[in-house]
């Protein structure tokens, strides 16, 4: 009789742990949900003699960016105690899908993935570091899922030319041909 009711008493602890222990993790899994779309570029027109303007027009449409990626992180800021938690890599045509969980997040190019490094001075080169750790601390593309899939999502970027960056001053000579530069 002892040992009936001590194997009952342990099947009912165990059942209850058990039982407890689904629960638990049912309220840690979160659905999730597709997030599918384009990593774009548009790009400056950076000097030279002027193009005709089909050329004109063909920077400024967004193309795919071939194996783009970005990094993900929580919430909506780019704060170095916030750390990546997944990336997104496009194809050769700059397509991209993922499955993420409702939340808000702060998707980052890869120099914002980094510990914030300020560039230096130079002859040519005069950076604001207030602007540039403002320019480092935001999002370059803020993602909200709710409880469905996003579909189609454009991700696009300017690429601006080299003489013409955010929150640096360039000083020095402006180049004769037109070449598209990248960050």
């Not at 938690?85 to 496009?90: E, G, H, K, Q, V």
Request: net charge positive; with cysteine.
């Amino acid at each position: 009789m002892k040992r009936l009711l001590c194997a009952v008493i342990l099947m009912s602890a165990a059942l209850i742990i058990s039982s407890w222990i689904g629960v638990t993790l049912k309220k840690k899994i979160k659905p999730k949900f597709l997030v599918s779309g384009s990593i774009m570029q548009t790009l400056s027109y950076c000097g030279g003699a002027r193009p005709p303007q089909a050329i004109l027009d063909s920077l400024n449409t967004p193309k795919g960016i071939p194996f783009g990626k970005l990094f993900i992180k929580s919430r909506n800021t780019n704060i170095k105690s916030l750390r990546i938690i997944d990336s997104i890599l496009a194809d050769s045509n700059g397509n991209f899908s993922i499955h993420l969980p409702p939340g808000d997040y702060c998707l980052v190019e890869e120099w914002k993935s980094r510990p914030f490094k300020l560039p230096l001075n130079d002859a040519r080169h005069t950076v604001d570091s207030a602007c540039f750790r403002n320019l480092y601390n935001t999002c370059d593309f803020k993602l909200r899922i709710t409880n469905k899939n996003i579909n189609h999502l454009k991700i696009v970027f300017h690429r601006a030319c080299f003489y013409n960056q955010p929150c640096i001053s360039y000083r020095g000579p402006l180049p004769s041909v037109a070449a598209p530069h990248k960050h």
